[in-house]
Nanobody, 115 residues
């Protein structure tokens, strides 16, 4: 059973930064495509960023330049660095690892951007 644990969320003022982490104890990490998603209140879950096993990254167009996805295979941990945060970034953020046909989701971490 693959379990993902997210951390790093919290309350931040507009313009601030947060770094989210997503860790797993499983051995699949280096074989997985890593994704970050978010879900704002009353809205559907939306894709944020993607990191392939070869290191290719991709971002939602509206977030490119402010968010950075990365991964440390030695620590079995993925990261989402979020800079210049805006109130509209408020959401629960989820990480997902995809290995072949299987997807594994974390429990989510709340990010609130407010003054």
């Amino acid at each position: 059973q693959v379990q993902l644990v997210e951390s790093g969320g919290g309350l931040v003022q507009p313009g601030g930064s947060l770094r989210l982490s997503c860790s797993t104890s499983g051995s699949i990490f280096s074989m997985a495509v890593t994704g970050w998603y978010r879900q704002a209140p009353g809205k559907a879950r939306e894709w944020v960023a993607l990191l392939t096993t070869s290191g290719t990254t991709n971002y939602a167009a509206s977030l490119k330049g402010r968010f950075t996805i990365s991964r440390d295979n030695a620590k079995n941990t993925a990261y989402l660095q979020m800079n210049n945060l805006k109130p509209e970034d408020t959401a629960v953020y989820y990480c997902k690892l995809s290995v072949g046909p299987n997807d594994y989701w974390g429990q989510g971490t709340q990010v609130t951007v407010s003054s």
